[in-house]
């Protein structure tokens, strides 16, 4: 199953984006993507049409990718209740409400969100997997289902995305390399910078002390847009540009612009599309 994960420096970091300008630019190859987060938590959801359950996010990308949105797109589903309590939604249904004193079960969530990507990369050319947050909050490692604990599954490569419009990207990309678990680490194949406004020559130095410090290669510097994607939690950004007939269209019209302007800046698909297995 070729596949390739991308996880973020922290959330907010533009991963969902990120990964449906991959699953545009794919299907516009025609390699057939497919979008998969195996865990998300959010309260922007979408009902498929069989009446399932799945985040906004994984929507946008299945339309990005020419498809009707699945519940195998994002078996796990988290959604905070208030109070203490989040309503798990288990391959688009409700399963349980989830608190301190009724846990998930992390083994049943991870076996059921596996289940699911075998399905979808069954009938599909390549996944384009979204990480959940950051990959290394070190107090729930443990219970991890969408960044380590995908990678400890299923084996799948991983790139990294790190926000330069917050500062600190270089620390933030070096720093969670850093604390990735050193049986996973090796799965760290790549980063991108991305949201920079100038001219990204700029960040060479940096760029090529990041690669000689982890062995992952830059696939390349984003620009900043502004355009306006659906938003999946708090830290989404709600402003920027959309126009056009309805709401998909000009999402859709806006993920074409950026995949456009990832071309023209140079961003390295070939390298990544070598990152993402048989």
Request: aromatic share 6%.
């Amino acid at each position: 199953m070729k596949g390739i994960l991308v996880l973020g420096t922290s959330s907010g970091a533009g991963k969902t984006t990120f990964c449906a300008m991959l699953c545009r630019y794919l299907a516009r190859k025609g390699m057939d993507p497919a979008p998969f987060k195996g865990l998300n938590l959010s309260l922007n959801s979408y009902a498929t049409k069989d009446g399932g359950e799945i985040g906004i996010g994984q929507a946008f990308q299945a339309w990005s990718a020419g498809l009707e949105p699945e519940t195998d797109m994002n078996p796990v589903l988290l959604k905070p209740s208030g109070n203490g309590v989040i309503q798990m939604v288990l391959n688009g249904k409700p399963e349980m409400d989830i608190s301190e004193s009724r846990p998930m079960d992390r083994g049943t969530a991870m076996s059921e969100a596996a289940a699911a990507m075998e399905r979808l990369g069954g009938k599909h050319g390549i996944l384009v997997c979204e990480g959940s947050g950051s990959p290394v909050e070190l107090n729930m490692m443990d219970r991890d289902i969408a960044n380590v604990g995908l990678m400890r599954e299923t084996g799948i490569n991983a790139i990294l995305v790190g926000d330069i419009e917050r500062g600190g990207v270089f620390a933030a990309i070096y720093g969670t390399w850093r604390l990735i678990p050193e049986d996973v680490r090796g799965q760290l194949r790549g980063f991108v910078i991305n949201r920079f406004r100038g001219d990204a020559s700029i960040l060479r130095d940096g760029i090529v002390r990041i690669e000689e410090l982890t062995g992952m290669r830059c696939l390349g510097v984003l620009p900043y847009m502004d355009l306006r994607f659906p938003e999946e939690d708090s830290l989404s950004d709600s402003s920027g540009r959309l126009s056009g007939q309805d709401a998909r269209s000009a999402f859709m019209s806006n993920i074409d612009e950026f995949t456009d302007a990832a071309e023209a800046a140079g961003f390295d698909f070939d390298s990544l599309l070598g990152m993402s297995g048989e």
